[in-house]
């Protein structure tokens, strides 16, 4: 299910409640976060967090006008997660490389070229690559916020709830080989948005 425009406080009304959404947002990407390796961060999106970029960015482009709101939901809609009727889906999340330092952080996106070849969702042993935005990435770096999908069999998806089966993002790439599994807690989330579309 998409976010809607009837869904979008005018910009006055979300500023007066911006603090209350703002924690709700936050509780949101905490369930919903999980790092690989000591530097990729990745942020599953659901329906709050759209809604969340979507208010802030018409409050801080001064978007008004319905045509305007509507690109915006178009934009930030098509990071919801899906699920086809044969049981198949995708999870969306951003990817964020998280360097405090800046040289070290540009030598990083350098030796990251290829991330999009390395990058894997594992549920019960089935192995899915990871979908980047082309547009994203260049043969010189990656940028630091990537937009990555994982497409998910019906079977994968349904192993995603049951616990005693593995799940886990794994990383090759050479430049940042690692793995994180995916907690009970991040899997009940991923759960319920994928019942939520």
């Known amino acids: 299910m998409t976010v809607r425009p009837d869904q979008i406080l005018p910009i006055a009304e979300f500023t007066r409640q911006r603090l209350l959404l703002e924690r709700e947002a936050i509780a949101n990407a905490t369930l919903r976060r999980v790092c690989v390796g000591g530097h990729l961060a990745f942020l599953f999106e659901n329906q709050v967090s759209v809604a969340w970029q ?3 960015m018409c409050r801080v482009e001064a978007i008004m006008t319905a045509s305007a709101v509507q ?5 930030y809609n098509a990071l919801l997660p899906t699920r086809a009727a044969d049981g198949s889906a995708e ?4 990817l964020l490389v998280q360097y405090t330092d800046e040289a070290e952080r540009d030598a990083a ?5 290829g991330l999009h070849e390395h990058l894997y969702i ?8 990871a979908r980047f935005d082309d547009e ?3 043969s010189e770096r990656i940028s630091s916020v990537q937009f990555v999908r994982f497409p998910l069999s019906a079977a994968a998806a349904t192993a995603l709830g049951e616990l ?18 995916l907690g009970p807690v991040l899997r009940g ?4 948005d994928l019942q939520s579309v």
């Open 189 to 192: 989330a991923l759960v319920g």
């Open 136 to 138: 994203q990435f260049n």
């Open 91 to 94: 999870l969306s999340a951003t």
């Open 109 to 113: 996106l350098r030796a990251l070229v």
């Open 122 to 129: 594992e549920i019960a042993g089935e192995r899915s690559a």
């Open 54 to 56: 979507v208010q802030e």
């Open 71 to 75: 690109h915006e939901l178009d934009t």
């Open 164 to 181: 005693a089966k593995s799940a886990r993002l794994v990383c090759t790439h050479p430049a940042q080989p690692a793995e994180a599994p």
